[in-house]
């Protein structure tokens, strides 16, 4: 299987490499938040009393999460693609293992969507006041591919779920606009600002605690109470996402 799944992975890689275009524009709407949203956040920010550097500490954690969330989320386009050109027929007829074809995938979007969040993260160092502690950077940056990991995984099992393109992107819209808005990733929800009715919403939302561990690891906050909650939850999501795609490989495979 680990043989299979590299074959995979590296067929999806050299795919990339050959046409980093899909990769750029990932990047562009978080890029253009950081330059034209982030400036008026930081000065929402310093309204409240905060400082210029806790803004961008706020904002660009969430912009990161906000690329694996919408990056991944729409991978399943390609599977899509593939499907109706007969390559997931041809699939079936090979000896590779079928968990593999997915973890392939999964890994190679995972790993472009963690190389966006540097250039993202590189950006806001040089070109903004971004003070992040490095052991920091590297706990959000696992975090962002286990994020992209599950709605990776996801996207692909929705996508041979559906097979059809006109009711596909339709969920992920209907899907992913309440959970960019109820995740505090464009502004924190807290219980001090937002309506209480709103703040317990945003709870339920699973991609509001993973944003917030986000956050948290950008301050340099490693207490247990602080990244427990949104580490065990992408974990979670992470395992059933993977385990959902891979039976839907098998069974679309058999």
């Known amino acids: 299987m680990l043989r299979d799944t590299w074959l995979i992975f590296r067929r999806d890689m050299v795919a990339a490499l050959r046409n980093p275009t899909w990769i750029m524009i990932g990047i562009m709407q978080p890029l253009l938040y950081l330059f034209l949203f982030g400036p008026l956040m930081v000065k929402a920010m310093q309204a409240q009393g905060l400082t210029e550097v806790d803004g961008w500490m706020l904002l660009t954690p969430a912009l990161i999460a906000q690329l694996a969330l919408f990056g991944s989320s729409f991978v399943g386009f390609g599977l899509l693609a593939e499907y109706r050109s007969g390559v997931v027929e041809r699939m079936r007829v090979t000896p590779v293992s079928r968990a593999a074809l997915l973890l392939g995938k999964v890994l190679a979007n995972a790993l472009q969507a963690v190389f966006q969040a540097v250039l993202i993260i590189a950006l806001a160092y040089f070109v903004f006041d971004l003070n992040a502690p490095f052991v920091g950077v ?27 393109e006109e009711s596909f992107p339709a969920l992920l819209n209907a899907v992913l606009m309440p959970l960019l808005l109820l995740s505090g990733i464009l502004l924190p929800i807290t219980a001090g600002v937002a309506p209480a009715w709103l703040y317990n919403v945003s709870r339920i939302n699973p991609f509001r605690h993973v944003v917030d561990v986000e956050r948290n690891t950008f301050k340099g906050d490693f207490a247990m109470d ?10 979670v999501m992470a395992v059933l996402a993977v385990w959902w795609g891979a039976r839907t490989f098998q069974r679309e495979n058999a």
């Not at 602080?226 to 974990?235: H, I």
């Open 226 to 235: 602080a990244v427990f909650t949104g580490s065990v939850v992408v974990v």
């Open 138 to 164: 590297v706990l959000s940056l696992v975090i962002v591919f286990l994020l992209a990991v599950t709605l990776a995984s996801c996207s692909y099992a929705l996508a041979l779920t559906l097979k059809s």
